[in-house]
């Protein structure tokens, strides 16, 4: 295995170039993942140039030390810093630049000590920082990087193989930490990017600069349900959301501290970043005009930019909905689950709401996804008899054409789905897909959350439960052997196929000894195990 001991500065000039080589080719993809009300709706884009404007200043570096090199990209993030995610960036480099001083040379023991100067270092230019961003990305990418050195300080592939594993980890989970990102089923934009620049640094360090040329970098799944992308509605007396403020202020004796304790009250999501001569500002405010008159009273500004946030939030909703599939017909599913969610996208949903048991989603969720895509033709399919009442009061809500095909469980979906014909108008495809439904049988297997006496079955908590098309049939201590007698409860002599969908890895390895008995007594039966992923529930299954 390929070992890197130590990188002088051009090497670490080189490989922030293939780094920020990586990040354009995602630039768009990364910007795409915005969700307003988050009003930077460009992060990739922003970070992207921020990147170029380190390698500009790079190249200027007095010396190839480095120290010098980390100093002048630092520099560079400074002066080129765009938007939120620009800024913090400008941050993380700042605080490895300050971990790499007066090092000609630097170890992969050097390498995690200045990522965790680079954490402390982004955190603190942050008046409220906010958890499930790039700060936690970071913060998190930073303390892997450094347990891994105190094991292999040596090697700066080992280690930076470490800190993007944890960084992919912490992007995937952000949206458990920030319930915007939660509710659009979406990672976080800035610590996409910087995962994107790790990755392209370890390809550059594993000598694989060649082959990236043929591949694109990896965009991180959220490990939450997979969600529409749909835009916070805003209430008639919700207070605007004003203007993105950015400029950079030169003079003498600048003190960024003091300049952000007086301009924490005139906005929000403000950044102040710098040191005596060279200050960056980011501020999110109302009145920008007042902001740069105080400004222009410690020194002279310059590279000022100020956007709209209420017309960045319409091309919002615009590429949104441009992102689209087209179709004639569009359809929109509640699921929950990443897997499921895979399941139905492949199977020609257009949009996909996350919801289902203990997790409705409400007819306004449901309203927003049909608005969201491009037809104006839409079927939904709820997936579960307490989201249907909700799906029926969407047709008095807009002008488009719905139709609601009743699913109520989630093998009713797919049966639907497996109905559907593009080639057929909106009513025949809803009458074909609710006659498919009613075909195929459900069961679903998880355990009682307490004790209950239910259709003469005693149920003590924590037991195995199985229902059968949504009534409760079978009690017992394993989950296993539930699923065996609720199926013997099903003619499957009468079957083709069971599918079982299952929620983990525990389940999927419990479940074989399940279909080998189940292929031993029913040959002609094609069974398939496929990750679900749903909560709640260990196995969903379906039988056709």
């Known amino acids: 295995m390929k070992q890197v001991s130590s990188l002088s500065g051009q090497e670490l000039r080189d490989m922030l170039v293939v780094a920020t080589d990586w990040l354009e080719k995602s630039a768009s993809d990364i910007d795409a993942l915005n969700v307003f009300p988050v009003p930077d709706g460009d992060t990739g884009t922003n970070m992207l140039l921020t990147m170029r404007s380190t390698l500009e200043e790079a190249y200027r570096a007095p010396d190839r030390s480095a120290s010098a090199v980390a100093q002048a990209v630092a520099k560079g993030a400074l002066m080129g810093a765009r938007g939120n995610s620009g800024v913090i960036l400008s941050q993380i480099w700042h605080g490895l630049a300050q971990g790499l001083a007066e090092k000609e040379s630097f170890t992969g023991r050097d390498l995690a000590d200045a990522l965790l100067l680079a954490s402390a270092m982004a955190y603190k230019g942050i008046n409220n920082p906010v958890e499930g961003t790039i700060l936690t990305v970071i913060r998190e990418a930073a303390s892997a990087a450094e347990a891994q050195a105190a094991t292999d300080s040596n090697d700066i592939i080992s280690v930076m193989e470490t800190t993007i594993d944890a960084a992919s980890k912490s992007v995937a989970n952000t949206p458990n930490l920030l319930d915007v990102l939660k509710e659009a089923g979406v990672v976080d934009a800035g610590g996409q990017g910087l995962y994107t620049i790790l990755e392209g640094a370890l390809h550059y360090l594993k000598g694989e600069v060649e082959e990236m040329q043929f591949r694109k970098p990896y965009m991180i799944a959220s490990t939450t349900p997979g969600a529409v992308r749909t835009p916070q509605m805003i209430a008639a007396d919700e207070e605007p959301y004003g203007y993105c403020t950015e400029f950079l202020l030169k003079g003498e004796g600048l003190d960024p501290e003091r300049l952000r304790m007086k301009l924490k009250r005139k906005g929000e999501s403000l950044i102040v970043v710098g040191d005596e001569s060279t200050v960056r500002v980011h501020i999110h405010t109302l009145y920008p005009g007042n902001v740069l008159h105080y400004a222009t009273a410690l020194g002279t500004v310059h590279q000022v930019s100020i956007r709209n946030m209420d017309e960045q939030h319409e091309d919002y909703l615009k590429m949104q909905k441009d992102k689209m599939p087209t179709a004639e017909i569009a359809i929109v599913a509640v699921v929950s689950g990443d897997g499921l969610a895979d399941v139905f996208t492949s199977l020609g949903v257009t949009a996909i709401v996350p919801g289902g048991q203990t997790m409705n989603p409400s007819t306004k969720d449901l309203l927003q996804a049909v608005n969201l895509v491009a037809s104006d033709k839409v079927i939904i399919l709820p997936n579960n008899k307490n989201v249907v009442p909700s799906a029926n009061q969407v047709q008095s809500l807009t002008t488009k054409v719905i139709e609601v095909v009743a699913t109520e469980t989630i093998p009713q979906g797919v049966a639907a789905l497996l109905?559907?014909?593009?080639?057929?108008?909106?009513?025949?495809?809803?009458?074909?897909?609710?006659?498919?439904k009613s075909a195929a049988r459900s069961i679903a297997i998880?355990?009682?959350?307490?004790?209950?006496?239910?259709g003469g079955l005693n149920i003590k908590k924590k037991q195995a439960i199985g229902f059968l098309d949504g009534d409760l049939v079978v009690v017992g201590d394993s989950n296993t052997d539930v699923l065996g007698e609720v199926l013997a409860k099903v003619d499957l002599d009468e079957a083709e196929v069971i599918t079982i969908y299952y929620r983990a890895d525990a389940e999927r390895t419990e479940v074989e000894q399940v279909i080998l008995s189940i292929r031993e007594q029913h040959p002609q039966l094609q069974v398939e195990l496929v990750r679900g992923g749903q909560p709640h529930y260990h196995y969903i299954v379906s039988v056709e």
């Open 419 to 436: 109905a559907f014909n593009s080639e057929a108008d909106l009513e025949a495809n809803a009458e074909a897909m609710n006659r498919a």
């Open 446 to 454: 998880t355990r009682a959350v307490r004790a209950a006496q239910l």
